[in-house]
């Protein structure tokens, strides 16, 4: 366990991290003893008339090859589930995560269970502008001469990284970055898709940095998000972010993104002919449409502003007369009733009038009660057009007053807008997909997955992971009673599951599992080192399991849910504990767990005894190497080896 972890620490290189997945694409290129065959890889590349070029772009940073070395060493925390929260309903019976801690550490734990499950990534990382408050932690644990032995860098270079800790240059951040992104290329499935949000300090870095993990043809596109209108005098009024997209694997990418709007918009189109068959009245048809939008707004999505119709279908009214940004046109429109000129947009219209006078003789331009408020373009539901643009025009003030609402207090920076993920989402997931979030801040991806679930019924699972970052004394946030970032995103999933419920009435998920990474005092892992197995039959103390007892947790609970995460069978599944003689073992699908101490011979020939009579149908038991003798561990393998129905069973012993 966490022995083992510093072990293989001890011993790890920059680059296994990479060699481990080309050998995991590319097995017969390598030989019996692990060595890589790049002459026959150059001989199949040449045989297949594939160029071969010395020449080409390289990203380089201060930092990188440490960047490199922490993407291959594991985690040394253990993962600590809340059992008060996770017994509550809806939370007993929750797919969903969230998960308290370094994401770094989380990612490398997650990976054991959901590699390659992840359909879709989004993530809001540090934007690093200088005040947004991000400097590069990394406590290291070794000195400048460590770093040299461990990564072959001169002693220059190692001091130059290490005082890399608590600075916020481009390095700093894509030091930051880089192992991250490693490790979430792996969570994503082979159609997966991460969007990345950033600014302009950093885009151009991140950029390059994605081009290098991802690959230069996994580069889906760049949105625009005008989030913003900067009417202070400067040289360029910056007034959007970016998300950048990419996937796993182009070729696995549907060609065709469309939204679960595409749905919707037939739906709609089919609603509005049915009742223009059934009502020739104007206001019959209006009154007959109106109610069956009341009824139904709530699964209409980014469509529920069709709320009107005529005999043409269904429609909304569009702001899209207004010019943009710049003068446009300027001429009256007399309104049909008062005879008196229209409001005219701020910067007038973006139509010559000429064209103006056709889109009203066509009956396109909606008018209001009376003059003082501006036409709107009559757009129907079959011309809505269902893509995901590279410019998204939303207010970025949408997610503070969003979450404003819920709290009744601005209790969070800058939190991304609901209704910027919730599109996202909707064109690359399905019903049953999982979404990760690893820089999960407020948690609007959680309120977006489940607004998603409500709106289209499906089950979609998230993955939330977020630092515990302490909250400013004297900031909104603070004052409302929260201490951390992560007690402002669990509470706000609370809020929001709460608001959409009594919203809709869908029955989806509203709750999730909590569990926190905590890493083992100095002197639990000094005692873990130290112990020998050969000579724990006369040292036996049986209490080296509650050495894991964290935040109230017992220690074999903290043991189980790292090794479940590790073993594939994640943390939403229960195990259930299967008795012996004295002694119980905990089980979860094909393998089991010996934790406790208190294992004897004869629970070993009962647990022989299930195995052979199929009452019990595992293929591997885990053992807990401290809290077994040395003589009962070495019958546990003997016994296991070779059942009498001919097959074995594996013994794997942690430390």
């Known amino acids: 366990m966490i022995r083992d972890v510093l072990e293989h620490n001890e011993a790890v290189s920059p680059n296994d991290f990479e060699i481990a997945r080309i050998r995991a694409a590319l097995p017969e290129y390598f030989d019996k003893n692990g060595s890589f065959m790049f002459d026959r890889l150059q001989e199949s590349l040449r045989s297949g008339e594939v160029t071969l070029t010395r020449e080409g772009y390289e990203l380089k940073f201060l930092g990188k090859s440490y960047a490199k070395y922490l993407t291959s060493t594991k985690t040394g925390t253990v993962v600590v589930p809340d059992l008060e929260h996770n017994s509550e309903p809806p939370n007993a019976e929750s797919k969903n995560l969230y998960v308290v801690g370094d994401n770094l ?61 608590g600075k916020s240059s481009h390095s700093a951040w894509l030091t930051f970055m880089y192992p991250r992104l490693e490790l979430a290329k792996e969570m994503l499935a082979d159609d997966g898709v991460l969007f990345v949000s950033i600014d302009d300090n950093e885009q151009f870095n991140l950029r ?66 049915q009742l223009n068959q059934e009502h020739s009245e104007p206001v019959k048809l209006q009154a007959a449409y109106s109610a069956w939008f009341r009824e139904n707004k709530w699964q ?20 899209s007369v207004h010019n943009p940004g710049r003068e446009g046109y300027r001429y009256d429109i007399l309104h049909p009733i008062t005879q008196k000129p229209c409001k005219q947009p701020l910067f007038g219209y973006r139509f010559p009038e000429a064209s103006m006078s056709k889109l009203i003789e066509d009956g396109k331009i909606l008018f209001g009660k009376d003059e003082s408020k501006i036409v709107e373009i009559k757009v129907y539901a079959r011309e809505y057009s269902d893509k995901l643009d ?134 639990t892992l000094d005692q873990l080192q130290s112990f020998d197995p050969a000579q724990s039959d006369a040292l036996f103390s049986g209490d080296y399991v509650s050495k894991f007892n964290l935040n109230e947790t017992p220690g074999r609970d903290v043991v189980l849910a790292t090794w479940l995460l590790q073993d594939g069978h994640g943390l939403t599944d229960d195990s259930e504990s299967v008795r012996l003689v004295d002694y119980e073992l905990d089980v979860c699908d094909d393998s089991a767990y010996i934790i406790e101490p208190g294992l004897t011979s004869e629970d070993v020939m009962a647990l022989v005894s299930k195995l ?44």
């Open 105 to 165: 550490d989380a990612l490398k734990h997650l990976l054991g269970s959901y590699s390659g499950q992840a359909k879709c990534i989004y993530i809001d990382p540090p934007y690093n502008t200088g005040s947004d408050g991000f400097v590069y932690n990394d406590d290291f644990g070794f000195n400048a001469l460590q770093l040299v032995e461990k990564i072959g860098l001169d002693e220059d270079e190692a001091s130059r990284i290490i005082d890399l800790r």
């Open 612 to 655: 052979e009579s199929g009452e019990l149908d595992v293929s591997r038991v885990v053992v807990f190497g401290y809290s077994v003798e040395f003589s009962v561990m070495h019958e546990l393998k003997k016994n296991l080896s070779v059942l009498k129905s001919g097959r074995s069973v594996s013994v794997l012993e942690r430390f």
């Open 390 to 523: 590279s410019v998204i025009e939303l207010d970025g003030r949408a997610g503070a007053t969003e979450v404003g609402d819920l709290f009744g207090d601005k209790v969070f920076t800058n939190p991304k807008p609901s209704q910027l993920l919730t599109q996202l989402l909707d064109f690359v997931t399905s019903p049953d997909d999982i979404v990760f979030d690893f820089f999960s801040g407020s948690a609007t991806t959680a309120d977006a997955t489940m607004q998603l679930n409500a709106t289209d019924g499906g089950s979609r699972r998230y993955v939330l992971v977020q630092l515990p970052e302490a909250i400013a004394e004297g900031k909104p946030g603070w004052k409302q009673g929260y201490r951390t970032i992560d007690e402002i995103g669990r509470d706000r999933i609370h809020k929001a599951a709460a608001k959409i419920q009594s919203a809709t009435g869908a029955e989806i998920d509203y709750g999730f599992r909590l569990f926190r990474l905590e890493e083992p005092n100095g002197k």
């Open 300 to 319: 209409l999505g980014r469509l529920d502003r069709y709320k009107y119709i005529d005999a043409g279908g269904v429609y909304t009214g569009s702001q």
């Open 208 to 273: 390059a940095l994605c081009d290098e993990v991802f690959g230069e043809e996994n580069w889906l596109g760049n949105i625009v998000w005008k989030n913003a209108t900067d009417n202070n005098p400067t040289q360029v009024a910056i007034e959007h972010e970016y998300v950048l997209v990419y996937c796993k694997s182009r070729q696995d990418v549907s060609s065709v993104w469309k939204s679960k709007v595409s749905a919707i918009k037939d739906t709609l189109i089919s609603i509005g002919d």
